[in-house]
């Protein structure tokens, strides 16, 4: 089955947790810190597969969670790193993030790999945070915890060549004889239900086709299956433009070709401007050249007349294609605005004075919170020092902090002594 949209739930292991620990030995009555650091999360990675060209596989697996690191341990252990997640995607998978419909990443070759999000850091234990003056820290970090982010993936399938045309015409057919593909054929409409991809080996040259469903009058708005379908176009280099030149259905085929181009436009004007091959199929059931001629009077174009069935014409249609794809630029990721989800912790801090009490709020001060157990008295001394350093106690005295003044911060409120 074919899908080309999913929704997925990703997270990035949290850290591990630093632990207090002190050294035992025998003789030695009172050993140093020795509380190891907290291991690193996994990261969530994901990785282009050219052996996938569905979003299946995310129809029942939706959540995915990055091992987390371990907490370290005594005798200065640091824990375990969590293993990283790979998830792999078929080529031309785009990364979305959901809330904002931003693109993340455009997964365009076979290997590539990105790191959507990135495992939480370790907590430090105490044997870290030991100085010449503070011999015996009795705290740790705790590990950084990481958000689950809501995904949203998209697959624009990339292909050198897409085969466009009204349904019934031989698009599939064609396909089937230039590559291995086995694609569904046969004589009625919407027989191609799903993007069917094949490699085609040509004079030495090797190039992808998709052949996509029919397109008919007001595919772009949603009639028959083109609009979701034309999607799949939108990255290919050169399209070829398949027509029944028999009309053996009745219809007008210079009509019919018109009706694709604008289809096209409407869909995306982009999509009109991708260079193009005009292909009059099913040639051996014309008679003469008498209806080439009037497409050619009508449009102004000399279509490469072939038969899929017979095959004839075929190889003069592939050598066109090679020279014509070999001149034409090679394909690039799509360019979008960067965009990161922000793990990093601000650093900003804002004061407020309500009635004789200093409140202080922003991430520095949340940042703080996780890493301080404010009973502790040595603790809470080092969250004294970094208020000090990090010029937050300097901002309250511009603000008229004098001591014996209240300060509150994290729902904890103290009195400040100079
Ligand atoms: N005589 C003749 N018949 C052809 C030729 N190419 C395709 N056909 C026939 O046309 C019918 C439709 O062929 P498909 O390849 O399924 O057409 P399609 O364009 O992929 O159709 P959809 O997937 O429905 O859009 C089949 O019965 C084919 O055998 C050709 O060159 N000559
Ligand atoms: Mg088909």
């Known amino acids: 089955m074919f899908l080309d949209r999913a929704i997925v739930f990703c997270k990035a292991g949290d850290g591990g947790n630093g632990v207090v620990s002190w050294h035992r030995a025998k003789f030695i009555p009172k050993g140093g810190p020795d509380g190891g650091n907290g291991g690193k999360g996994g990261d969530i990675i994901f990785e282009g597969d050219a052996s996938l060209n569905t979003l299946i596989s995310f129809r029942y697996t939706q959540k995915f969670h990055a091992e987390n690191g371990s907490d370290g341990a005594a005798q200065n252990c640091t824990g375990k790193n969590g293993k990283d997640l ?13 809330e904002t419909g931003s693109i993340i990443a455009d997964i365009f070759k076979d ?23 503070r011999r015996s820290p009795g705290f740790s970090e705790t590990g950084q915890k990481t958000k689950e982010r809501k995904i949203s993936l998209e697959l624009k399938i990339i292909a050198d060549v897409g085969l466009i045309g009204f349904p019934n015409v031989g698009k599939s057919t064609l ?31 090797s190039f992808t086709v998709a052949d996509i469903p029919g397109l008919v009058e007001g595919a772009s708005v949603g009639i028959g299956l083109g609009h979701h379908f034309l999607r799949h176009v939108e990255r290919v280099r050169l399209f070829l433009h ?38 009059a199929n099913k040639s051996d059931l014309d008679i003469g050249n008498e209806k080439l001629d009037k497409f050619f009077r009508q449009i102004n ?14 190889t003069e249609l592939l050598n066109i294609v090679v020279k014509t794809l070999m ?31 200093f409140y202080v709020h922003g991430g520095l ?17 080092w969250f004294q020092k970094v208020l000090r350093d990090k010029g937050i106690i300097d901002a309250l005295k511009d603000m008229g902090l004098k001591s014996g003044d209240t300060i509150s911060m994290v729902g904890v409120e103290f009195e400040f002594i100079e």
């Open 86 to 98: 790979i998830i792999k995607v078929p080529c031309g998978t785009l990364i979305k993030d959901d």
């Open 111 to 133: 290997g590539e790999q990105f790191i959507l999000l990135k495992g939480g850091r370790g907590g430090r234990g105490n044997k870290s945070f030991a100085t010449a003056t």
């Open 175 to 205: 396909l089937s004889v230039v590559s291995a593909a086995k694609p569904k054929i046969a004589n009625y409409h919407f027989t191609t239900l799903n993007p069917n991809l094949g490699v085609v080996f040509h004079n030495n040259y």
């Open 242 to 279: 398949i027509l029944d030149i028999s009309e053996t259905e009745g219809r007008d085929v210079a009509g019919d070709y018109m009706i694709v181009r604008e289809e096209l436009e409407k869909y995306k004007p982009e999509l009109a401007t991708i260079p193009e091959i005009v292909v």
């Open 301 to 314: 174009i000399k279509p490469i007349k072939v038969s899929a069935v017979t095959t004839e014409g075929v």
């Open 327 to 357: 001149d034409l630029p090679k394909p690039a990721p799509m360019s979008f605005e960067p965009f990161f989800y922000d793990d990093n912790e601000s650093i900003d801090f804002k004061i407020e004075k309500i009635d004789d009490v």
């Open 365 to 381: 001060v949340e940042y703080l919170a996780r890493r301080v157990v404010i009973s502790d008295q040595e603790s809470f001394r």
